[in-house]
């Protein structure tokens, strides 16, 4: 079972390339939608790494593709500029998800 990337961004498929990961570059949220259906019908693919930016173009699919679908994984990564989460992300979504600050 392989890892498969798809990112916005060259340097991130280089990075990844160098640990062996494949990938492809997309930026319009139609060739992320196409990218992301042709990974998943890929009997090889494990997981399916993606950066934030390109989730954020397809919310309603990578969501509902992530809670219906068993295989294969799919994981949101930073891009090389970081990630766009703030600091208290974590704590928002446990409130957000159960309704218990912590």
Known sequence: ???????????????????????????????VKKALTDAMAREDVAVILMTEKLVKLCPDLVYDLKLNRQRPLIVEIPDRHGNGRTKDSITKYVRDAIGVKI
Request: glycine share 10%.
């Open 1 to 31: 079972m392989k890892f498969h990337l798809i990112s916005d961004n060259i340097d991130t498929i280089v990075g990844m390339r160098l640990a062996g990961i494949t990938g492809v570059l997309v930026h319009e949220d139609e060739e």
